[in-house]
C-alpha cells in the first residue's frame, strides 16, 4: 500500500523549533519530487517547502523563507522540515505531499499523494 506518514507535530511556544518529518511507504522517494503544505482552520492550503528530485533544489513560501529547512534522505525512504523562530501563524496541520516529477511546484494539483497530516500548534 502506497502511504505518506508524517510525525513530529506537536505543542511548541512562540520563537522555538520543531522537527516533522515525511516516511514513505509502498514506494521509494529517489524518483519524486516531495513538498510540504499547511492548512490553518478557516484558510486554504499553503505550500511551505519543496524539494526537487535530481539537485535537491529547495523552494520555501515567503512567510517561511529563513526560518524552514527541507531536506531529503532517500537512504531512508524520509523528507523532515526543521522549523525554527516558530509563530503563532505557523499552527496549522501540516501535509506531506509527493509527485512522480523532477520538479517540484508549491502547487497542490502537481502532487498525487499525500499524507494525513500532523498538527503543529505554536502556543504560549
Known amino acids: 500500500e502506497v502511504q505518506l506518514v508524517e510525525s513530529g507535530g506537536g505543542l511548541v511556544q512562540p520563537g522555538g523549533s520543531l522537527t516533522i518529518s515525511c516516511v514513505a511507504s509502498?514506494?521509494?522517494?529517489?524518483?519524486?519530487?516531495i513538498a510540504w503544505f499547511r492548512q490553518a482552520p478557516g484558510k486554504e492550503r499553503e505550500g511551505v517547502s519543496c524539494?526537487?528530485?535530481?539537485?535537491?533544489?529547495?523552494k520555501y513560501g515567503d512567510s517561511v523563507k529563513g526560518r524552514f529547512t527541507l531536506s531529503k534522505d532517500n537512504a531512508k525512504n524520509m523528507v523532515s522540515l526543521q522549523m525554527n523562530n516558530l509563530r503563532h501563524e505557523d499552527t496549522a496541520v501540516y501535509y506531506c505531499?509527493?509527485?512522480?516529477?523532477?520538479?517540484?511546484?508549491?502547487?497542490?494539483?502537481?502532487?498525487?499523494?499525500w499524507g494525513l497530516g500532523t498538527q503543529v500548534t505554536v502556543s504560549s
Open positions: 505531499a509527493a509527485t512522480r516529477h523532477p520538479v517540484c511546484l508549491l502547487e497542490e494539483g502537481w502532487y498525487s499523494r
Open positions: 509502498g514506494f521509494t522517494f529517489d524518483e519524486d519530487a
Open positions: 524539494i526537487d528530485t535530481m539537485d535537491g533544489k529547495t
